[in-house]
Each structure stands twice: as structure tokens, then as C-alpha cells.
């Protein structure tokens, strides 16, 4: 995939050794289902990868529900080398993967911060992006979204197959400016980029 094509040595060790930890990890604490396991670049990281390049730059890039990891985790070791001023942060309320996340960004020494806390119970971020990654449905992401985005931000949301029917009902409460961008590891999935939101 042209996604990764380009990346840096370092990068694509870095992608390595986070891909080992969570083979390592999973048994234990179901970072990932059993069966992507056996799929983690295609199904995780490279997925991950595509979200990071659907962003511009920004210095506070905030992941919700961060789970093992994906998209924060990749995004932080893309950035490593290709925006370095970035600092991300990870918000995810099971502690047992809070630990994991912590563990990945020490290991990987990685320029991100673990909240371990519910998202609507964390100080507003103010980020540049706000990403999250199989988490709710879109009427449900935007109330996390509008808590931590800052204006002039973008979310990015990646959604399957009723990313419309999500949208549709996303309106009856939300005002908000989208593309929608079609997924290069999955001809059924679309990424949102969603900016301008507004309660209705």
C-alpha cells in the first residue's frame, strides 16, 4: 500500500515491535479479536496508517477509546518522524489496556500520554484532530468529539457500511461539515472527516 510504502526504516521497525507487543499482549487482555490477530497489518495497522494520512498537521492529536492502540498508537510512531511537534494523547477507560499503552509508548519512546479515565469525564483537550476507531455510532462519537475538539479541528472517524444511515441520524442532533473517503483496506468502510460541529 502506497500508505507505508514511503515510511522511514525506523518507522517501519517501530511498527514491528508495537505489532510484537500486542501478539505478546493479547491473550491476556483481548487488546485485538483472535482472528485479526492473525491479520494485525492489514486489518490494524495499515488501516491505522490511512487515518493518520487522511490529517493535516496539528500539534494535539487526541485518540478516544484508544483500546490497544489503534489508530493512537500508530499515528504517534508515524509521527515520530514525520511531525515531530505533534503530542498525542490516548484516553481509554480499561486499565489493564491503559497499562498496555503506557508499556508501547515507553518502549517505542513515543511522544504520547495515556488518561486512563472515561472520555466525557476528561478536561476538554482542545485538540487539532480527534480520531476514534470502532467505538459508537456517529450520533454518539460527536458528543465525545465536541467535548475535546478544538474549533477549527477535525475528527477522524472511520465507519462499515451504514456510514450513511449513521449520518442521517447524526443530523437530528448534530450540524457538521464531512467528507466522506473511502477505505484503501476495506471496499466497504469509508473514513469521515468531520469538521464544524454544532449541536442542533
Not at 15 to 42: G, H, M, T
Not at 119 to 144: H, P
Request: glycine share 6%; charged share 25%.
Amino acid at each position: 500500500m502506497n500508505d507505508i510504502e514511503n515510511v522511514s526504516r525506523e518507522t517501519l521497525d517501530a511498527l514491528q515491535k508495537y505489532v510484537s507487543l500486542v501478539e505478546k499482549w493479547n491473550p491476556a487482555i483481548n487488546l485485538v479479536s483472535k482472528k485479526s490477530v492473525e491479520d494485525l497489518w492489514e486489518r490494524h495497522i495499515l488501516d491505522s496508517v490511512q487515518i493518520y494520512r487522511c490529517a493535516e498537521p496539528g500539534k494535539i492529536w487526541v485518540d478516544i477509546g484508544s483500546g490497544g492502540g489503534f489508530p493512537g498508537i500508530v499515528a504517534a510512531i508515524m509521527a515520530k518522524t514525520e511531525n515531530p511537534n505533534t503530542k498525542f494523547v490516548l484516553i481509554e477507560s480499561d486499565l489493564r489496556k491503559g497499562v498496555f499503552l503506557k508499556t508501547v509508548i515507553r518502549e517505542l519512546n513515543l511522544k504520547a500520554e495515556v488518561i486512563t479515565n472515561r472520555i466525557e469525564k476528561v478536561q476538554a483537550m482542545n485538540a487539532d484532530i480527534v480520531s476514534a476507531r470502532a467505538l459508537a455510532n456517529l450520533n454518539a462519537l460527536l458528543s465525545y468529539v465536541d467535548i475535546h475538539l478544538a474549533k477549527g479541528g477535525t475528527a477522524l472517524l472511520p465507519k462499515g457500511i451504514s456510514v450513511d444511515q449513521e449520518i442521517a441520524d447524526a443530523k437530528g442532533n448534530w450540524q457538521f461539515q464531512y467528507d466522506k473517503i473511502q477505505s484503501k483496506t476495506d471496499s466497504q468502510a469509508f473514513i469521515l472527516k468531520v469538521k464544524d460541529i454544532v449541536s442542533a
